[in-house]
């Protein structure tokens, strides 16, 4: 075993404890928050840390084993289900993404009618939609005999037939319709999603920072440096809605892009992926699963509060006051500007 292959080792396996217990934690919070559980999105965060937990315990270390061992860690069977989970999660993961950025778009820009529009049964019926969505593009490449072990990106995965079988061209087919309807839709439904949601928050800004303009203008003995830090702290909240939404779009980019752009191009017949970077964009994708508990729960208000809560009761300290802590659903309440701006 040399250097490169014990580094990605150990990278692997960070991520795995990483993705772990972080996802983990959120479901602690999901489990001890009555006011997290009362609120739609997070059925949407529960889906997503649930195939996180998965893909660590599952995907991760039989990756980790065959970059160790140099091949097929397991048997046949074992590697069928293992590809079927790997394709399984990875679109399911990337459609709860897509199913938060709706949600959140609802929330902005119908905050009056959110209640209505978002209830449990329609995020349930999304949540259906990634689950047989998912299903049925993890199941077929079992069922057509195209699962195995690649070494290319040391895991059991969906293998590309040779050039000149005849399953071939239907192999190249549904290889672009597994991304095409997983990543890039996914990307579209975000990048559309956030964009308007960062456009709303954007105008509402706007709106404030006329009226704020207004009244320091008619408060004529006001100090200079609180007019100063006012327009400051207008200009922060702002840039905080760009970098969120940056966030947001950025790392799905920058987990999935690699990999997907990866598989469509192995389907080209002279072109061969190195190894060590199919491993890389592997990792990439796995990465995703330790960023998302930070992204999209464990840094918002209910969820640190909760964790808190039971942080004191492990410590047997008085519960967290929650007086001046309220907030709103789940979704943060973007058109308020706390969460976004």
């Known amino acids: 075993m040399n250097l490169w292959e014990t580094l990605l080792e150990l990278i692997i396996a960070a991520i795995a404890v ?3 217990l972080s996802n983990v934690l959120v479901l602690l919070c999901f489990a001890s928050s009555a006011e997290i559980r009362a609120q739609v999105p997070g059925v949407f965060v529960l889906n997503l840390s649930f195939c996180n937990i998965l893909a660590a315990t599952v995907t991760m270390p039989s990756t980790m084993l065959g970059v160790a061992r140099g091949g097929k860690p397991f048997g046949d069977l074992y590697c069928w289900i293992l590809s079927f989970a790997d394709t399984f999660l990875t679109t399911n993961t990337m459609l709860s993404m897509a199913a938060l950025s709706i949600d959140r778009w609802v929330a902005v820009v119908f905050p009056l009618t959110y209640s ?44 590309r037939p040779d050039h000149s079988h005849p399953a071939h061209i239907p192999f190249t087919v549904f290889t672009a319709l597994l991304h095409g309807a997983s990543f890039a839709l996914s990307l579209t439904v975000l ?19 006329v009226v704020t303009v207004q009244t320091l203008l008619l408060l004529v003995d006001i100090h200079p440096s609180v ?25 799905f980019v920058l987990c999935f892009s690699p ?7 192995e389907l080209v017949p002279s072109v061969r992926i190195n190894r060590h970077w199919g491993t890389v964009s592997k990792c990439l994708v796995y990465s995703k699963a330790a960023m998302d508990p930070f992204v999209y729960s464990l840094l918002r208000q209910q969820y640190r509060k909760a964790l808190i809560g039971m942080t004191n009761r492990i410590l047997g300290r008085n519960a967290y006051s929650s007086s001046g802590h309220s907030s ?10 706390q969460h976004v701006g």
Not at 233 to 243: G, H, I, L, M, V
Not at 259 to 265: S, W
Not at 328 to 337: A, G, K, M, Q, R
């Open 18 to 20: 990483a993705s772990l």
């Open 116 to 159: 209505s529009k978002m209830r449990y049964t329609r995020a349930f019926a999304m949540l259906g939609y990634t689950w047989l969505h998912s299903l049925a593009f993890a199941l077929t490449p079992v069922l057509l005999s195209w699962a195995d072990y690649s070494p290319t990106y040391a895991s059991c995965t969906i293998v």
């Open 259 to 265: 990999y997907v752009i990866t598989r469509l191009t």
């Open 191 to 209: 990048c559309l999603a956030y964009l308007k949601v960062l456009q709303v928050a954007r105008f509402h800004c706007k709106r404030i920072d």
């Open 328 to 337: 709103s659903s789940d979704t943060d309440n973007e058109c308020n500007l």
């Open 227 to 251: 007019k100063e830090r006012c327009l400051l702290e207008q200009k922060k909240r702002r840039q905080r809605a760009t970098k969120k939404i940056c966030v947001f779009i950025g790392s």
